[in-house]
């Protein structure tokens, strides 16, 4: 009987030991960051475009009611 519990409480020093022992493993990585989408390139040619669509649509209705 006595044997079973020195048995048994050596597993469980073990145990405790090893869960220590694989608590100190490095955190994974971290994902990469998302890619920067520049706007900034076409900005003003979009800009000038709805500007002259606006401009197309603002003269068409005019017509429209003259």
Wanted: aromatic share 10%; hydrophobic share 50%.
């Amino acid at each position: 009987m006595q044997n079973k519990t020195i048995i048994a409480s050596i597993l469980f020093l073990f145990i405790g030991y090893i869960s220590v022992a694989q608590a100190n493993m490095p955190p994974p990585p971290a994902p990469p960051p998302p890619p920067g989408l520049p706007i900034d390139g076409g900005i003003i040619a979009l800009f000038v475009i709805a500007l002259t669509y606006g401009v197309y649509k603002l003269n068409k209705i005019r017509k429209e009611l003259v």
